[in-house]
Nanobody, 112 residues
Framework: VQLQAFGGGLVRAGGSLRLSCAAS????????MDWYRQAPGKQRELVAA???????NYADSMKGRFTISRDNVKKMLYLQMDSLNPDDTAVYYC???????WGQGTLVTVSS
């Protein structure tokens, strides 16, 4: 399977962005899918995860602000990010746990 993340960009604090991750090949519907992020000088961290059946889990700092979702028919993964703040600035990656494959990342920059 191959993953391609897109939708990043520059947004002001308090704004919103929606990231997308397109999967090609493989059995997307079987895979738990994750969003990770890596800020400059920091380790990569888990943002949110969604199981094959649509269950979700979030890192504490993202609860209530971020929403992960998936469309198994379209083989798409999404991350709706609201109430963004400068600490959310990072490269965001999607990952398939079933195949242990990462997307290439998309940069989100939040200005104050």
């Amino acid at each position: 399977v191959q993953l391609q993340a897109f939708g990043g960009g520059l947004v002001r604090a308090g704004g919103s962005l929606r990231l997308s991750c397109a999967a090609s090949g493989g059995l997307f519907s079987l895979s738990t899918m994750d969003w990770y992020r890596q800020a400059p000088g920091k380790q990569r961290e888990l943002v949110a995860a969604t199981t094959a059946s649509g269950g979700t889990n979030y890192a504490d700092s993202m609860k209530g602000r971020f929403t992960i979702s998936r469309d198994n028919v379209k083989k798409m993964l999404y991350l709706q990010m609201d109430s963004l703040n400068p600490d959310d600035t990072a490269v965001y990656y999607c990952k398939s746990n079933y195949y242990n494959v990462w997307g290439q990342g998309t940069l989100v920059t939040v200005s104050s």
